[in-house]
């Protein structure tokens, strides 16, 4: 388990470091000068190069990235090219809205996803399984966008529930409404998401069905549920978790589409503007962060899993 | 192995669909029913009619014809990603398999890093510096899929190099090439084919999303991603306007999934025959055999 976990560790790092090279490289070989962006067409020579030196961009490349990273650990990311405003704080207000919306799509995908493919799973013989299964694969191709729309056609312009668009602009003081402006964004990532999950849980619990195990507890005196709760279950959740691994970077790249669509002031939509502006010190720390969370996540994941599938700590061990 | 595909219903959609697909985007080539771009202020929202199949958009523009128009974007895409996909994956694979062993292993936990980056955050990478295109689409796609390829290919190539077969070919006195093409490349085969099948699913769904953000297609290329983002703005007036376009690309996404899973259960030789024959209804898989359900986590 000690050797797992360095070697993970030292993945994560090694992937942060890739990332972080990867990002800033692709963004320096920008064609067109950035202080000339910044400064606009009416400048001249001589302001676009006071700029550049304001800018720090006549430094080296290399200490340009030392610097990016040194103030990542003080947490300064340094200031907007087109705004002038402070990039670590601001990134961390629309976190406070992007991380909520990822953990509700989350719960959202997980509540949808599971107790669906394990019923999908169990009623194989049946119209109800095939009706299940079918659906999900046809979930699963729709695009996140078009999800949106069917869910706020239903449940904001024909029900009027739920808010179609916006973020109540004192945020989490108003808890309740926040909350309520999440929700339809969260069920529209939950609802594509969990139907790729529902299709692992529903394979991973057929395999289950018939597995020596579960058919022997079934066959000493357990009701085939009771079996397939306490003996079956189990290695589906582990399925499930390996599964997510992958998903959770689902979850939060749809993050940016979604906030888009349903106008909520978070890091994906914040990323989608400034993309829009070439405002690259804020894209390449928005990038970061966002890479960042899905290699950390995927961490997570993993030394979870492996803490808790007796296979594998028994081959480490 | 066609004759396999076709024998499940899956196969036989998935073939369909992406037949039927292709062949609209070669017709849109030569013919639409309108003008795909041709605004008309006088009948906006029309509904359907023998003139417009489908009705008509906020703009007044014919939604067949401009669907019609979107195929060729999205074949475009897909096949296109697709083939860098494939290309970028050969070689990261043959890098990692044929090099050096320092090579071989630093390739290898690249790919592990690499694997990890999200196809979506790739493509606002390169929006960022090249500005968005159908291009950006296509380049971040079949980057991030080869790099899932090579890294799906190694397991199975190092799984097919150690089997009993390859061990007695070269036994035997096969070379290496022989081994390469006799036993490599066929048995890999089926793994790439699911892959590919999933990039191109992959391809469209990108499309539609940064088109929507608008870095995909631009305003004078017709496609299904842009035709969402226009009627968004007019969801609370025709809620269901969008119902045209999403259920298309929906429609191809699903062709190409299912055409993975189906290639994947028309090749497996754990199948036996007798399965192959039952395999039926929108689960193409025998649920009797604990071998092959367990093929579906894989993937």
Known sequence: MTRFLIGRVLLLVVGLLVASVIIFATLRVLPGDVAQIVAGTQASPAQVAE??????????????????IGGLFRGDLGRSLVTDGRVAPEIAQKLSVTLPLAAM?????????????????????????????????????????????????????????????????????????????????????????????LRFTRSATLGVLDAD??????AIGLTRTQALVKHGLPSVALTVLAVLGVQIAGLLVGAVVVEQLFSLPGVGRMLVTDVGRRDITKVQSELLVLTGLVLLVGFAVDVVHRTLDPRQREVSE | MIRRLLARPTGVFAVVVLGLLVVLAVVSLVWTPQDPFRADPFHQWEPPSPAHWFGTDASGRDIASYLLAGTRTTVLVAVG??????????????????????????????????????????????????????GVVIVSVGLSFGVTIARVARGEIRRIARSDYVTAARASGVGGAGVLF?????????????????????????????SYLGYGAGSNTASWGSMLADLQTYIGVHPWSATWPGAAIALVVAALSLLGDAVRDATDPRLTTNDRAAGGGPAPRTPDDPATTSTGVTA
């Open chain 1, 51 to 68: 700029l550049r030196q304001q800018l720090g961009l006549d430094r080296p490349v290399v200490v340009q990235y030392l610097d990016w």
């Open chain 1, 105 to 197: 799509s989350l719960v959202a995908a997980l509540v949808i996803g599971v107790p669906l493919g394990v019923l999908a799973a169990v009623l194989r013989r049946r119209p109800g399984g095939a009706v299940i299964a079918f659906v999900a694969q046809a979930v699963a191709a729709i695009p996140i966008v078009w999800a949106g729309m069917l869910l706020v056609a239903l449940f904001a312009v024909t029900l009027h529930w739920l808010p179609t668009q916006g973020f109540p602009l004192d945020g989490w003081d108003e808890p309740g409404r926040a909350f309520a402006a999440l929700v339809l964004p969260a069920l529209t990532i939950g609802a594509v998401e969990g139907a790729v999950i």
């Open chain 1, 213 to 218: 195990h579960v058919r022997t507890a079934a």
């Open chain 2, 81 to 134: 990603s697709g083939v860098i996909a494939s290309v970028v994956g050969m070689v990261l694979t043959a890098i990692g398999s044929l090099t050096a062993r320092w090579v071989r292993e630093g390739t290898a936990v690249l790919l592990d890093i690499l694997v990890a980056f999200p196809t979506l955050l790739t493509a606002m990478l390169l929006t960022a510096i090249a500005g968005g295109s159908l």
């Open chain 2, 182 to 210: 006799r036993h490599l490349v066929p048995n890999a085969a089926p793994l790439f084919t699911v892959q590919l099948s999933l990039a191109m699913a992959t391809a469209v769904l990108a499309e539609a999303g940064l």
